[in-house]
């Protein structure tokens, strides 16, 4: 199985994307465009927060919606999974609350992000529905260094699959995403400097018929209980009323998934 990295400035993007996606589900994509300094800027200053003390955290999570701001340590779990995943995490989007100090660098990510999206779902001929979603959602996820052995089977993320069209993840601090081959064999991702991987979500693989895979893909713990690692997920959806297929709606699609990943926290 082999994860291509795509140039998005090569006249062989396209075909090269296409390729890679249809074959793994998966793309790494260089020379995108997005401010290395900014990556950085935000990898830091995250950081900086969700290394703070847990009151100051908790006050920008909201209890009524599982899917806006703070999250913290234990509050997801893959479904399937017997353990809540060892992260804390905090979802943005324009227009949610977010700490004052990160607002400006957080909402530039965004929208370069959702650009860089819409340009790569053009050349899958899914672009339309997805602009300007209200569901698109930027998420910045803490793995704590820790040690492993207090927590027996647990794991940074555990195997899943993502929801939505298509995922953009922002070269992360420090390696450690694997993709499942269908033969049951875990591959690295390519952990190239600058880079965003791209790979398909459950919607995407839906709407067209399976010729784009969605693929179980998961984060695995550090070798040591020095070494944390922040990266910047952006979740790219369709418009709620997109239609997936006969009968099920984006919106539909998404709130199911959701509903199902947080209750599995809830029942333990």
């Known amino acids: 199985m082999q994860v291509k990295v795509c140039n998005l400035r090569s006249n062989d993007f396209g075909s090269d994307f296409k390729k890679s996606v249809v074959d793994t589900g998966f793309a ?25 003390h847990t009151e100051y955290k908790n006050y920008y ?19 399937g999974a017997k353990k809540a995943d060892l992260k804390e995490f905090y979802h943005y989007r324009p227009g949610w609350t977010v700490p004052m100090e990160l607002g400006v660098d957080t909402q530039r990510m965004f929208y370069q992000l ?21 569901n ?22 555990a195997a899943h699959e993502d929801i939505n069209f298509i995922t953009l993840l922002v070269a992360a601090s420090a390696p450690g995403l694997q993709v499942l081959d269908l033969k ?37 713990n550090a070798s040591d209980s020095l070494s944390d690692r922040i990266s910047m997920p952006m979740f790219i959806h369709p418009a709620g009323n997109t239609l997936l297929a006969d009968g099920i709606t984006a919106q539909q ?6 509903s199902q990943i947080y209750q599995q926290v809830k029942n333990g």
């Open 28 to 52: 790494v994509v260089t020379h995108h465009g997005i401010d290395h300094g900014l990556i950085k800027e935000m990898q830091q200053s995250w950081k900086l927060f969700f290394l703070a």
């Open 61 to 79: 999570s909201d209890p009524d919606d599982a899917n806006v701001g703070y999250k913290g340590m234990k509050t997801e779990k893959a479904v």
């Open 114 to 134: 959702e650009d860089l999206g819409i340009q790569i779902l053009s050349t899958l001929d899914y672009a339309e529905c997805c602009k300007q979603s209200d």
């Open 136 to 157: 698109t959602i930027l998420r910045t996820i803490y793995y704590p260094a820790m040690n492993y052995a207090q927590e027996p089977g647990a794991v940074r993320a």
């Open 184 to 220: 049951g064999k875990w591959h690295d991702v390519p952990h190239e400097e600058n880079s965003i991987v791209v790979n398909i979500g459950d919607s995407l693989q839906l709407a067209s018929r399976g010729l784009y895979r969605s693929t179980t893909h998961r984060v695995v």
């Open 253 to 258: 699609y998404l709130d199911e998934r959701l």
